[in-house]
């Protein structure tokens, strides 16, 4: 709906057409992996996001890399910053919605990082912030080929 608000009917109707001819995304969607859960919290996102609700454009996507893909803070992080520099939001101006965003993401923060804590920490039967471990192991550690690595185009064939 927010798609069709903000650029009309045709595109949101290109928009379901295009993901719906998309074969992995329909295969992983009936599939309970964190990217799938952590999707619908950007499209979510995404749609607060059009509808210039940064307070829920920040919870949604704090959500979304606080539980489960860091990685999303460069994009959604991105976004963000893009309308702060372009002044779509006249952030410089409406000191209401740099406080919107603020209190959400550290609403965000002191709800979200506390819940993935204690229910994966209840899983795994130790304390752990499971997006902290894999940033660690990846990025610190250097050790991100221990999960895997495929020739190039096996992201384009497969």
Known sequence: RSISKKFGSGVAVWLVLLTLSQFHFLFYSSRPLPNIFALVLVLHAFAAYTSCQYGRFTAFSAAAILIFRAEL????GIMLLYEILNERMCLWKNISR????????????????????????????RTL??????LHFNVV?????????????WYFYS
């Open 73 to 76: 803070a460069g994009f959604l």
């Open 98 to 125: 740099i406080k919107e965003i603020f209190v959400s993401g550290v609403i965000s923060l002191f709800v979200f990082i506390p819940m993935t804590v204690i229910v994966d920490s209840y899983f795994w039967r």
């Open 129 to 134: 912030w499971p997006e902290l471990e894999v």
């Open 141 to 153: 550690l250097n050790k991100s080929s221990e999960w895997g690595v495929m020739p190039f185009l």
